[in-house]
């Protein structure tokens, strides 16, 4: 199962890079419900156009590893692969600190490929991809997956009521404070999911 992420109209004053977080682990939350994907797993074609400078400093190593720790430990989905395109210079920068926490296995399924489309079309055929990404699959259209997800938010809303916030930490300190104790940021990755849905 292919899974799209785009940043180009991303404005942080906005939308902090904690609601970022919060969208893709619905969209994540709402993908593992298909049976195929649980068996198949997904590959991640994020798209960084338009990220700029600014921009991507808000995605620094302590938003990286949450969010490594929610792909990689977190949550039971299978990664097949991670394609990343039109990623700033910054990026490999950002990735090269990350790429420590991550197991071997998951690093070797990170593809940076740039503004190079005949290098993503080596790992994802074009028969898939949108015109966007020299595909043939069509114009990209995510307004059918936007509306289904709002329509899941009564379900959403319903499994978060089931899960209890750890009574010694709030949902905004474990997700943004970078000077928070170290071990405890490490104890907390597998806390995030309950903490995620007390945020949304």
């Known amino acids: 199962h292919p899974c799209l992420v785009t940043s180009d109209r991303w404005t942080p004053s906005n939308y902090p890079i904690t609601?970022?977080?919060?969208?893709?682990y619905l969209?994540?939350?709402?993908?593992i419900q298909s049976e195929e994907t649980q068996v198949n797993g997904i590959v991640i074609l994020a798209d960084y156009k338009g990220v700029s400078l600014s921009k991507a400093s808000h995605f620094g190593p302590f938003?990286?590893?949450?969010?490594?720790?929610?792909?990689?430990d977190g949550f039971p989905i299978r990664i097949k692969a991670v394609n990343i395109i039109?990623?700033?210079r910054i990026f490999k920068g950002i990735f090269a600190i990350i790429k420590p926490f991550l197991k071997e296995k998951i690093a070797n399924r990170f593809f940076l490929h740039g503004c190079d489309l005949n290098s993503l079309h080596q790992n994802i055929p074009p028969v898939i991809l949108p015109e966007e990404y020299g595909g043939t699959s069509g114009k990209?259209?995510?307004s059918a997956w936007n509306e289904l997800l709002l329509a899941s938010e009564e379900d959403f809303l319903h499994d978060f009521s089931q899960l209890v916030l750890p009574c010694d930490s709030s949902p905004h300190d474990m997700l943004v404070s970078g000077d928070a104790d170290e071990k405890q940021c490490d104890d907390s990755l597998r806390g995030m999911k309950p903490q995620l849905y007390y945020c949304y």
């Not at 609601?19 to 893709?24: G, K, P, S």
């Open 19 to 24: 609601e970022n977080i919060r969208a893709i």
């Open 63 to 72: 938003v990286a590893k949450k969010v490594i720790g929610i792909l990689q």
């Open 140 to 142: 990209l259209d995510i």
């Open 27 to 31: 969209t994540l939350e709402k993908l």
């Open 86 to 88: 039109n990623e700033p």
